[in-house]
């Protein structure tokens, strides 16, 4: 049972518009989302990430939405450069601040930026 | 400070066959894991050490995949014997403490087993 989804597993953008990736989770306990960003034959790495206590956060060209009462949560990438194309993963924790291995990852999904 | 590193980067091997992984986590960071990558179910959690103890290994997922961490700067995760459906990414991830949720994985080995 995946408690963290991500529907699409792929998107295309064109450079210069927004990005939006999706990401839904089923467990109520959750309270602290993290995205991490993937390049081919490298490991994840950390972009950003919200607590409960908050609907949005915003870092740069990046910006992450939660949204509690649909279990929803997105990644506004604006606006999108080459350099963004990579897979993105949604992870999900309960009780913020219990450490990483508490984490629920996604399935990821692949995003590419067209010039 | 090099990152999380894993070896070897790419294995091919045989069914049946034992496979080892290595990692060496970021100097300092206490916390240690093992991920797999598939299409299917995006990032598992294999297993869990703080301080070098083995803490979860609830999702190791059969008898012939173990892990050890002789010390703060090696482990190792182990397939014996080997089978096609272990076909996989493996990730190792190191963090900062046992509140910290910000993980530093490693390039991963890419484990093939025909």
């Known amino acids: 049972d995946q408690q963290v989804k991500q529907n699409s597993p792929s998107l295309s953008v064109q450079e210069g518009r927004i990005s939006i990736l999706n990401c839904d989770y089923t467990?109520?306990?959750?309270?602290?989302f993290l995205w991490y960003k993937k390049y081919p034959a490298e490991g994840p790495t950390f972009l950003i990430s919200?607590?409960?206590?908050?609907d949005k956060n915003e870092d740069g060209r990046f910006t992450v939405f939660l949204n509690k009462s649909a279990k929803h949560l997105s990644l506004h990438i604006v606006p999108s450069q080459p350099g963004d194309s990579a897979v993105y993963f949604c992870?999900?924790?309960?009780?913020?601040?219990?450490?990483?291995?508490?984490?629920?990852f996604g399935q990821g999904t692949r995003l590419t930026i067209n010039p | 400070d090099a990152g999380v590193i894993q070896s070897p980067r790419h294995e091919v091997t045989e069914m049946g066959q034992e496979v080892t992984l290595r990692c060496k986590p970021i100097?300092?960071?206490?916390?240690l894991f093992w991920y797999r990558q598939t299409m299917m179910r995006g990032l598992e959690l294999l297993i869990y050490?703080?301080?070098?103890?083995?803490?979860?290994d609830s999702g190791m997922p059969e008898d012939r995949f173990s892990a050890k961490m002789p010390n703060a700067s090696f482990s190792t995760l182990k397939i014996q014997p080997s089978e096609p459906r272990d076909s996989a990414v493996y990730f190792c991830?190191?963090?900062?403490?046992?509140?910290?949720?910000?993980?530093?994985f490693g390039s991963g080995t890419q484990l093939s087993v025909l």
């Open positions: 991830a190191s963090s900062e403490g046992t509140t910290n949720e910000k993980l530093f």
């Open positions: 467990n109520s306990m959750f309270d602290y």
């Open positions: 919200i607590s409960s206590i908050k």
């Open positions: 992870a999900a924790s309960p009780l913020g601040g219990q450490g990483a291995q508490k984490l629920v």
């Open positions: 100097s300092g960071h206490d916390s």
């Open positions: 050490f703080n301080n070098n103890v083995p803490i979860d």
